[in-house]
């Protein structure tokens, strides 16, 4: 995972530590400056304080050299405080990632970096270094499977290499969520294997401080053969929050490895009447792919094997699973479901279907972790459906009380039976 920056290690550690975790270093000095003019933010002095002294001189420096080493500003002798938070808000949603590969015979250790552009006019803000790691912190085939993994892990970016589609549902567990974690896997097809490729995963839970909540670890292996397509599918116990899933994979031969990073929010069950989990989609096309893991606990609790691909077919028929939870007892009105395609760019709506589901025995449902819970499916025929970008919604409310709980899911409808192929 990428390290945090201890306050107390010296200016060169956390100048070298910060380039490895990805992180640019935005110093403010709060203090502004005294005689300047004032914004809406109020400069902030300590009592009997010499903002002109040796000391507040080294001070400032030092907020300017963590900032041009790391890629960010500095706000030092300015009460522009609005400025530098624009800054960095528009830092950080519009840049250039670059990439490079040192030869194998690079020196190790800090190695300065130099980024120019052609064109007149313009100012590069990046890093001023990188940290080129020792062998024994590579990520190459000559260490073992679950070193690979943990240092794919550790990389604040994903990297490419084996072809991952990863897609994550929360189902209400009896503490937290019981989180159904879908990874597609296919093989490149570059090269006809006569043996089968054995497969190491490793998939983590990061919370907003940068720590694993949850992991799990699945081998399996991929057929012989070119070009082919294999499914896992794991579990996670995860309590309400937002998490960055990490997946993780390495092959036995050839070296190959990948990552992906998938932004997961887990709900809290507790917090409304009624709790809608998010859509699982299965297809009559996804069924043919084989699933190499598909742990009993979750083959007990759904009927479908969720996949990953939101693409599908015109030739294709969608299917669509979610579970409708009743958590407040108390409220004994009709749960109203619904299930809708729609045109991505004119809210054209194509499919839809709705449920009225009755509260007790006569819903249909089961009770599940102390709660009444009922599935909300719909099956979609895609050959009626124009090609194009869709959002798949469910949703489900009690009228008169309160918003509906809805989920939205992007989809894409290709003039073809086997898109992925």
């Known amino acids: 995972m990428p390290r945090r920056l201890p306050l107390r290690l010296p200016t060169r550690r956390r100048t070298k530590l910060a380039p490895t975790?990805?992180?640019?270093?935005?110093a403010i000095d709060p203090r502004g400056l005294p005689t300047g003019k004032r914004?809406?933010?109020e400069p902030v002095l300590l009592p009997d304080e010499d903002v002109f002294s040796r000391e507040a001189f080294r001070s400032k420096r030092l907020l300017r050299l963590l900032s041009a080493e790391t890629g960010g500003t500095s706000l030092t002798n300015s009460n522009d405080f609005d400025g530098v938070f624009e800054r960095a808000v528009s830092d950080s949603s519009q840049y250039y990632l670059l990439g490079i590969e040192p030869p194998a015979s690079?020196?190790?250790?800090?190695?300065?970096?130099d980024v120019r552009v052609r064109r007149p006019g313009l100012r590069v803000r990046t890093r001023r270094s990188y940290v080129a790691m020792p062998p024994s912190g590579t990520t190459g085939p000559a260490l073992s499977p679950s070193a690979r993994l943990e240092a794919l892990l550790r990389r604040p970016l994903p990297q490419s290499?084996?072809?991952?589609?990863?897609?994550a549902t929360a189902l209400r567990a009896d503490?937290?969520?019981q989180v159904v974690v879908t990874v597609e896997m296919t093989d490149s097809g570059t090269t006809s294997r006569k043996a089968d490729e054995q497969l190491s995963l490793l998939l983590a839970a990061?919370?907003?401080?940068?720590?694993v909540k949850?992991?799990?670890s699945v081998a399996t292996s991929v057929p012989a053969g070119p070009g082919r397509t294999i499914r896992l599918v794991s579990q996670l116990q995860l309590r309400a929050g937002e998490y960055q899933l990490r997946v993780a994979a390495v092959a036995s031969r050839g070296g190959q490895q990948g990552s992906v990073h998938y932004d997961l929010r887990v709900p809290d069950w507790s917090t409304r009447p009624v709790a809608l989990s998010a859509p699982m989609f299965s297809s009559v096309r996804t069924r043919e792919v084989p699933t190499a893991r598909w742990p009993a606990a979750l083959a007990a609790r759904l009927d479908m094997?969720?996949?990953s691909d939101r693409v599908f077919g015109r030739g294709d028929v969608l299917s669509v699973d979610t579970r409708v939870y009743r958590t407040d007892r108390r409220v004994k009105e009709p749960v109203e479901a619904r299930a809708q395609l729609a045109d991505a760019k004119s809210g054209r709506v194509v499919f839809a279907r709705e449920e009225t589901i009755p509260p007790g025995g006569d819903s249909g449902g089961s009770t599940e972790r102390g709660n009444e819970v009922r599935r909300f499916e719909a099956t979609v025929a895609l050959a009626s459906i124009e090609p194009g970008d869709y959002v798949m919604s469910v949703q489900a409310s009690v009228p008169g009380r309160g918003t509906p709980v809805t989920h939205r899911v992007p989809i894409r409808v290709v003039d073809a039976a086997s898109p992925s192929d």
């Open 161 to 167: 290499g084996l072809t991952m589609r990863v897609s």
């Open 305 to 307: 094997v969720p996949t």
């Open 39 to 41: 914004t809406t933010i």
């Open 175 to 177: 503490s937290g969520s």
């Open 206 to 211: 990061v919370g907003k401080n940068g720590k």
């Open 214 to 216: 949850a992991s799990r």
């Open 106 to 113: 690079a020196d190790r250790g800090v190695q300065r970096i």
């Open 21 to 26: 975790s990805n992180v640019a270093i935005y």
